[in-house]
């Protein structure tokens, strides 16, 4: 499994796309954190005087990892596309199939490849964050949950892009489903939102990637948000081995 999985994020890097798609997220998340930067030193000596004021790490470090939640769902769709509809494409997929691994080691080798490129972009992330720490005070408990969300949040991504792989020799069509059932899950809370009342679905809520994913970027580690983003990672990957599994035995 972990040898598939090394060999996978070989093949990433094979791709210019993967390198490409690196830089362009580091310099826009660069720029960004810049940005957050300058305003914060723009701002500074007006909050300074006040108690209990938010300081680097909730002006800068939490709306960075905010900014790299929304790349992420940008471009997880353009890397997990390939997974298995580039297999089926090029009709290397029944040559996998066949070979002395299980299923499931093709699935999670997959799945822990690609999770693997993710958390090298995440580490570049860290690595900006903990920077700020030579010059000012940084909350690290906000910055490791923040840190833990973006995980969890990437490898359900991963999760849902490579079974939507998995059904369609297309990449592109992967890629397009891939967002769109994404997105989907980003704003569904909107969907149970009461304009008038402004209260929102406790169901709505509770399907949202984005509402657990907010809740630990404020520090707050619950064990429902780590379960249900466990629950999506568990219940994509089941549906992928069940899905090449069929295939293998046709």
Known sequence: MFS???????????????????ALSTLILAYLFLTHIDNFVQIQAKISAIPGAPGVTELIIVPLFSNTATILLLITPLITMRLIAEERRNDSLPLLLSAPLSIYQIAFGKFFGTLGFFIILLALICLMALSLSIGSAIDYGVITAGLLGLVLLVASFSAIGLYLSSLTKQPAIAAMTTFSGLFLLWIIDWAGTNQMAGESSGLFNWLSLLRHFETLLQGEVNSSDIAYYLIIISLFLTLTIRHLDSERLN
Not at 4 to 15: G, M, Q, V
């Open 4 to 22: 598939l999985a090394r060999n996978e994020l070989y093949r990433l890097f094979l791709s210019p796309l993967a390198w490409l798609i690196l």
